[in-house]
């Protein structure tokens, strides 16, 4: 399409990805009372299974494997593995849905 509508090339420096490198200091703390709040729900059916004398191996097993919120490291509630990146680290706000999916695991030494 021609004229004043006409869509700008990114070679000619136009801004192409519309999405800041970090993440702002009120979605930090989102993030942080997200994973609260998973952790929160954990131990709510936790609780909930022990009173009636019930467990469950998926409760147990996240017990075991995830880390809360509190023993987790900075870099990894904003940050997670991608082996594309030239240091092995991305910001969240970069994985598609990153507000609904729990990463809390990353490879070991990165």
Known sequence: MLGMFRPSAP???GLLW???WR????QKQRQRKRLKLVDQVVDTLSNALQKQGLSAKAID???AEMPREEEMLAKD???IF???ERKYRK???KLPKWTRVS???NPAGF
């Open 11 to 13: 070679r000619l420096g």
């Open 18 to 20: 519309k999405r800041p």
């Open 23 to 26: 993440l702002s200091a009120p």
């Open 61 to 63: 097993r996240w017990y």
């Open 77 to 79: 509630k904003y940050t």
């Open 82 to 84: 991608d082996r594309k």
């Open 91 to 93: 910001g969240i706000h």
């Open 103 to 105: 990463q809390r695991l």
